[in-house]
């Protein structure tokens, strides 16, 4: 079903295994914020650091993988996070104060930012380029739909249980990755020459990226703080990026993204990614606020575009080769933009679930079709010892995107709901009257779809990229691997 061999469907297992702990963490705590404000007696500002920090160490490691990979190996470095990560998550789970907390989420983030860059490089790496969309197919799919069930398992343990339940479930996980990796995961290729970890890019690039983080996606603290520091830290990646042009031996191959391919498959995730998962946000409150139903309608309402996403992600990665990454990329975004119109001309307060989950369905089917398929298609051309930096400078683009259409979307939504209900919020429609509810919740309804309409608009520029590629993916479709490359990984 997946067209890969034994040994390289092992290998995608153990790597989406670890995949999927390191996205799900990053969403699975967002239900249990107000349990965790109770448990600790603590503001919602201090809170958001549970998650916060996970995503700012998170993005902190991703650069640092394919440096680390190349002086001690990425299956090396990669069992190292899986230890690390279980070691965090047990300590998240015993917590005892809110610091302690934040301290383990943090730990957590920093195993996690490996793992996501180093699992591609492995999986691609472990196979020829013209199968790298399979492998993908099988080990990226966590990444797709991590973000949408997150939340609902964190919901369905919340219900079951502690909130100590959501870190305690990721330790037997990392255990049996750990497990896999001794066992299935490809040697690292021996070595000559130890090459030297580029400290000084590292000084220049890592608080550059978390600044620039925390600056787009922190919801606490004043304004002109999260600017100044999204600021500065641009200024420090732009010098280190100027600087890894001419580096012999960067932190991260920023000149990759001059290859034509590669940049813009970037360009494309990062086009797409930001309206999508800022979009996501605005469901739940619909359902949840706006509605007044429970969480598990909003969980429910999650399942038809996984569903669509895992559904489409094999069938793209058997066309891929056969009919190019523009076609099939390209109909992914049609697909995902059109369905996303048709939600923004429908949305009434009360359009059926139905519609809604069917219309979910199409745009996961869609976006199962451009993400992994776009950092399958980029990748294509690169050698062995490029692997790493090319897949740690997609998940730093995804990730800090993913963060970016957030605060966008979630911004513009507060502003347009704010205008068009005379300064009213969504948090104070429950409290409403049932005339005034009526009234407000047309409104808001109204302020969700100039929102999502907004970010269609974003997506339409990556359709655009998109249809400027070739045709076809390059020649290196027909080019095999070298014995010395075959099955290693860098």
């Not at 606490?220 to 600017?227: L, M, S």
């Amino acid at each position: 079903m997946t067209g890969l061999t034994g040994p390289e469907l092992r290998t995608a297992t153990v790597l989406a295994c670890g995949g999927l702990m390191a996205v799900l963490d990053a969403t699975i705590v967002v239900v249990a914020l107000p349990q965790l404000m109770a448990t600790f007696g603590t503001s919602l500002t201090a809170a958001q650091w549970i998650i916060t920090a996970y995503t700012l160490a998170m993005v902190a490691t991703m650069p640092l993988a394919a440096g680390l990979a190349a002086r001690w190996g990425a299956r090396r470095v990669y069992l190292g996070a899986l230890a690390g990560f279980a070691i965090a998550s047990a300590a998240a789970g015993a917590a005892d104060s809110l610091g302690w907390l934040i301290a383990a989420r943090a730990a957590q983030g920093l195993s996690g930012g490996l793992m996501t860059p180093l699992g591609m490089a492995i999986g691609f790496g472990a196979v020829a380029p013209e199968r790298r969309s399979r492998m993908l197919a099988v080990a990226g799919l966590p990444m797709l739909i991590g973000p949408i069930l997150g939340p609902v398992l964190g919901a369905l343990l919340l219900g079951t249980g502690s909130w100590r339940a959501l870190f305690f479930i990721t330790v037997p996980l990392a255990l049996v990755g750990i497990a896999g990796t001794l066992a299935w995961l490809p040697a690292d290729a021996a070595r000559g020459r130890r090459v030297r970890l580029d400290l000084a890019g590292a000084m220049l690039l890592v608080p550059g990226i978390v600044a620039v983080a925390y600056g787009v996606s922190a919801q606490d603290g004043p304004a002109w703080v999260r600017i100044a520091a999204a600021a500065i830290g641009a200024v420090s990646v732009a010098v280190f990026s100027a600087r890894a042009l001419t580096h012999p031996e960067p932190l991260l191959r920023i000149g990759l993204l001059r290859n034509p391919t590669f940049g813009r498959g970037a360009a494309i995730l990062a086009l797409y990614a930001a309206p999508y998962f800022g979009s996501a946000l605005l469901m739940p409150a619909y359902v949840q606020v706006l509605r007044s139903d429970s969480a598990s309608v909003t969980a429910a309402l999650t399942i038809p575009g996984a569903v669509g996403m895992g559904i489409s992600l094999q069938i793209a990665a058997r066309l891929l080769d056969r009919l190019g990454p523009r076609l099939v990329v390209g109909t992914g975004l049609g697909l995902a933009i059109g369905s996303g119109l048709v939600q923004v001309v429908i949305l009434r307060p009360d359009t059926p679930y139905l519609v809604l989950g069917l219309l979910g369905f199409l745009q996961g089917a869609g976006t199962g079709a451009i993400m992994m398929p776009t950092m399958s298609s980029s990748s294509r051309d690169l050698d062995v010892p490029d692997l790493a930096s090319g897949s740690a400078l997609l998940s730093l683009v995804t990730t800090i995107a993913n963060g970016m259409g957030t605060a966008a979307v979630s911004a513009l939504f507060t502003v347009l709901t704010a205008a068009m209900t005379g300064g009213g919020s969504l948090a104070a429609l429950p409290g409403l009257g049932a005339a005034a509810r009526a009234a407000d919740a047309a409104a808001i309804v109204g302020s969700q779809r100039l929102a999502q309409a907004t970010a269609l608009v974003v997506m339409s520029l990556a359709l655009v990229v998109c249809v400027r590629s070739p045709r076809r993916a390059p020649a290196i479709l027909d080019r095999q691997e070298s014995p010395a490359n075959a099955g290693r990984v860098p």
